[in-house]
């Protein structure tokens, strides 16, 4: 298999490897906002509903932290009324105690996640449910999601956001790049038993919509895919557009620097770590999380290391793909990327069975502390988004803006999300199937000296539109093309307020509690 992966990427022209040398890449001041720096934490499965529920009203039980919401805070569209006394489900949302950090993962794949909304009624989750009841039903509140509630009183959360399609983790993650997972070219391999994953992975042999893991990197497993040139038409990523225009970036994720020995002795794919919460051991790096990987022009096929820390965010051998150990290197040297995508390690992404919120608050609240003590902080924007539901329970559907009509979908009934004809093209201009959208509601904060303070924005938003703001900051609009989302994409500039420079006191929060330190 190994030999297959260096096959197909070696056997690619040098330039789709390596865009530009070094020396090509210029840095770019020119933003049509005062934005010089985007950061998005890309966490793990989570729906508005299972953090923001009763937001802005925690239960504030003894011997937990407490949540007092400021005057004035503005209301969400959350759980109120019949849907936690007489919920459509047949039973209610119960709240999750900061004891209950640990959970069970539920079925959130394409085709249950789509029969969970049942054609708009959503009351089809319990059949999804990971603990055989309703458990996917359930929410937190401010005293175990302590961190982003408060960070939602000081700066901009979005309560009408959604996950560009309907499926797991690597179809949101790749959403977030190119806004397509529809390509041509699509390599795809077997698992050792011969066994065909075509119906679980794919569609007419070119959708992604499950979880394989990325063909161009020695990590992945048996079961891959990956997006190649093909002809005339090219498949292309955000990294792809930065680098034509010399914008340094990167895509910095746990685990990913193979020559780490943990304190536990585990090093290289299999370095892990065993949360101190949740008992559980998971791997740092999680191949079919890192998005780039499925793209010969930005994938870092050996995870070579940068040729230095000032090189971070250039071309050279990383091809900007990195450990989450060299974005707080770059910064601290004073070499802070334009755009930077932050992967936590597997344990604290927020991926129930394996992690949970508060390993994930933790890794949130020292990625902003550091940020905010940065120089470059009045300039620079955080965002906090999700890369698919969990099959945790949300209360408001999606606008079904682009259609499918497979043997996978089910939204309206069996085979049906639409009929399929206004279908968003694909690269080779044909309706793309398998792309069922919007799919579930998510969390979508922006964090940033400039974000409107307590505010709740209720723009229609996906994750393709964190695409679309580096495309209008950086990119004087530019679009992915090949019928990607950014297309479609709201934009999240309401969560700003450009009008006023960004001065405000540093916000540090406790780690471990969430609570406001300074």
């Given at each position: 298999?190994?030999?297959?992966?260096?096959?197909?990427?070696?056997?690619?022209?040098?330039?789709?490897?390596?865009?530009?040398?070094?020396?090509?890449?210029?840095?770019?001041?020119?933003?049509?906002?005062?934005?010089?720096?985007?950061?998005?934490?890309?966490?793990?499965?989570?729906?508005?509903?299972?953090?923001?529920?009763?937001?802005?009203?925690?239960?504030?039980?003894?011997?937990e932290p407490a949540f007092i919401p400021k005057p004035n805070t503005p209301s969400v569209n959350g759980l109120t009324g019949a849907l936690l006394t007489h919920n459509p489900n047949g039973k209610n949302p119960m709240r999750l105690d900061r004891s209950q950090a640990i959970t069970c993962s539920n079925n959130h794949s394409y085709t249950p996640e789509q029969a969970a909304a049942d054609g708009g009624l959503l009351d089809n989750f319990v059949a999804t449910s990971c603990d055989g009841s309703s458990i996917n039903l359930d929410y937190y509140d401010g005293n175990t999601v302590t961190a982003l509630w408060n960070y939602a009183q000081r700066f901009a959360l979005n309560d009408n956001s959604f996950d560009t399609s309907y499926g797991p983790s690597t179809s949101g993650a790749i959403n977030l790049i190119s806004g397509q997972t529809h390509a041509l070219g699509l390599l795809?391999?077997?698992?050792?038993a011969n066994h065909d994953l075509q119906g679980d992975v794919l569609l007419s042999a070119s959708t992604i919509f499950g979880d394989p893991d990325p063909i161009f990197d020695d990590c992945g497993s048996p079961d891959t895919a990956g997006f190649a040139p093909s002809g005339s038409v090219d498949n292309h990523n955000i990294g792809d557009l930065l680098n034509e225009k010399g914008i340094t970036w990167g895509?910095?994720?746990?685990?990913?620097?193979?020559?780490?020995?943990?304190?536990n002795g585990t090093t290289g794919c299999a370095r892990s770590?065993?949360?101190?919460?949740t008992g559980v051991t998971e791997v740092d790096y999680i191949p079919h999380h890192a998005p780039f990987q499925y793209y010969t022009s930005t994938a870092n096929l050996t995870h070579a290391r940068p040729s230095?820390?000032?090189?971070?965010?250039?071309?050279?051998?990383?091809?900007h793909q990195y450990d989450i150990n060299d974005f707080f290197a770059a910064v601290k040297a004073g070499n802070f990327p334009s755009v930077s995508f932050l992967k936590a390690p597997g344990y604290q992404d927020g991926h129930a069975g394996y992690?949970?919120?508060?390993?994930?608050?933790?890794?949130?609240?020292?990625?902003?502390?550091?940020l905010q003590q940065q120089h470059d902080w009045e300039h620079t924007a955080v965002i906090i988004n999700y890369d698919d539901s969990d099959g945790w329970y949300d209360h408001q559907l999606g606008e079904i803006v682009n259609q499918s009509a497979t043997s996978a979908d089910?939204?309206?009934?069996?085979?049906?999300?639409?009929?399929g004809?206004?279908?968003?093209?694909?690269?080779?201009?044909e309706h793309a199937q398998g792309r069922c959208g919007y799919g579930p509601r998510l969390p979508y904060m922006v964090i940033s000296p400039y974000a409107r303070r307590n505010y709740v924005d209720h723009t229609l938003t996906d994750q393709s539109s964190t695409i679309r703001f580096i495309e209008d900051n950086w990119l004087g609009g530019q679009r992915i093309g090949n019928g990607s989302f950014d297309a479609l994409a709201g934009s999240i500039n309401n969560m700003f307020d450009f009008s006023h420079p960004g001065k405000m006191q540093p916000f540090i929060l406790d780690p471990s509690s969430g609570e406001q330190v300074h």
């Open positions: 298999m190994l030999a297959i992966r260096r096959l197909l990427f070696g056997a690619l022209p040098l330039a789709l490897v390596s865009v530009f040398p070094t020396s090509a890449l210029a840095q770019s001041d020119s933003t049509t906002t005062p934005i010089k720096h985007v950061v998005v934490i890309f966490d793990e499965n989570i729906t508005f509903d299972h953090y923001f529920a009763t937001y802005p009203f925690a239960s504030n039980p003894p011997g795809l391999t077997q698992d050792d895509w910095f994720e746990g685990g990913f620097n193979l020559s780490i020995k943990n304190p770590t065993t949360s101190a919460v230095s820390v000032a090189a971070i965010g250039s071309t050279d051998a990383a091809n992690s949970d919120p508060l390993d994930e608050q933790a890794f949130v609240t020292e990625v902003i502390n550091f089910e939204l309206l009934g069996p085979g049906s999300c639409g009929d004809t206004t279908a968003l093209a694909g690269p080779d201009g």
